[in-house]
């Protein structure tokens, strides 16, 4: 935070963010057979299991994801992954029908897919930042400009 409360500007290493995008297309086309037509964001979500532990402050860790999602049979693709896109964990496809449903949790700004299959079937929630200015945990990527085409797709998948 600046004076007043004012954020300050990050300033962007654009070459950086790129190369992340690139390793991201790269891994994605890696771990989902059917690439072609995916448009790309990174997500994550925070595990938070011992928070309620000393009021709050206990340990928390984050979960890298490719988030893929494709207009034309509105298909959703999440693929777990680390920071720097070096290796790949779980796939996990949904489409309109294999969902029970969605939501957007307006506090955080979290979405959350429901799957079907009763109440033990379970969730993901994730988070897509415009920008995450890389850690351990989170990724070097800005992704402002891609963010539009994404709420317009969740609009409809979430119908």
Do not use: C
């Not at 037509?37 to 309620?52: E, H, P």
């Not at 207009?71 to 294999?98: A, C």
Request: proline share 3%; charged share 25%; glycine share 12%.
């Amino acid at each position: 935070m600046g004076l007043f409360g004012r954020k300050k500007a990050v300033e962007w290493d654009m070459s950086r963010s790129s190369s992340s995008k690139v390793a991201m297309q790269h891994l994605f086309e890696e771990a989902v057979p059917d690439y072609g037509g995916f448009k790309l964001l990174y997500g994550y979500n925070t595990d938070v299991r011992n928070m309620a532990y000393a009021g709050g402050a206990g340990p928390f860790s984050f979960r890298s994801m490719i988030i893929g999602y494709r207009e034309g049979d509105m298909s959703l693709v999440i693929v777990d992954t680390v920071p720097d896109f070096s290796v790949h964990g779980e796939v996990q496809r949904f489409t309109r029908d294999s969902i029970r449903g969605t939501k957007i949790h307006s506090m955080t700004g979290a979405y959350t897919i429901f799957r079907r299959g009763g109440i033990n079937a379970g969730y993901v929630d994730f988070v897509i930042p415009e920008g995450s200015a890389g850690s351990e945990s989170l990724a070097y990527i800005l992704q402002e400009e891609a963010l539009p085409g994404w709420k317009e797709f969740w609009r409809d998948f979430a119908g």
